[in-house]
């Protein structure tokens, strides 16, 4: 192989791995996804998103089974007083609660199917993250840790990219 031959294989190979590593940062931060990052380390989502009234009031309702590392993430224009509850939700959830940059304040384990009393989040909610019932404690998820999703914006805790 020629010196020229050796120095654009060498370049080829650096543009892929840079290409290969901006691809995976931005995979860190995508609509679908959320990255939850907290002392316990870190843990990925996939994620429907609901950020419109008619999404919220939906939720996920009538879901017979919701597969590992899935979930729903609830996003509102502001923040504010954040109340669920379960009418109609067929399976155990946890509940994260977030504040406008994304940190958790409150985790709600195992909601009960079809129970209908409100679940609290607190005051300045703007995020609400559900995930499989007991999933946050095997996990490690509490309060303090940070939500990384494209709509926390730029003021997040944990902006993308990061």
């Keep these: 192989m020629g010196r020229r ?11 892929l791995a840079v290409s290969l590593v901006a691809g995976a940062a931005s995979a860190q931060c995508a609509p679908d996804t959320v990255t939850v ?7 990925r989502f996939a994620v429907d998103v609901a950020d419109d009234p008619a999404e919220r009031g939906q939720g996920l309702m009538h879901v017979e089974q919701m597969p590992t590392m899935t ?21 155990p ?3 994260i ?7 958790v304040q409150t985790v709600h384990a195992k909601a009960i ?5 409100p679940i609290l989040g607190g005051d300045d909610i703007q995020y ?5 019932g007991g999933l946050a404690a095997r996990l490690g998820i509490a309060p303090g840790a940070v ?16």
């Design 113 to 117: 199917p079809l129970d209908e009393t």
């Design 37 to 43: 990052r907290g002392d316990f380390g870190q843990a």
């Design 147 to 162: 939500l990384q999703h494209p709509s926390i914006g730029p003021n997040a805790a944990l902006p993308c990219g990061s």
């Design 97 to 103: 609660f977030a504040s406008a940059d994304g940190t």
């Design 5 to 15: 031959t050796k120095t654009l294989t060498y370049q080829l190979a650096t543009v």
């Design 71 to 91: 979930g729903m993430l609830f996003v509102y224009e502001s923040p504010q007083t954040a109340s669920f509850w379960m009418r109609n939700t067929l399976i």
């Design 128 to 132: 609400v993250l559900e995930i499989n």
């Design 93 to 95: 959830l946890d509940m």
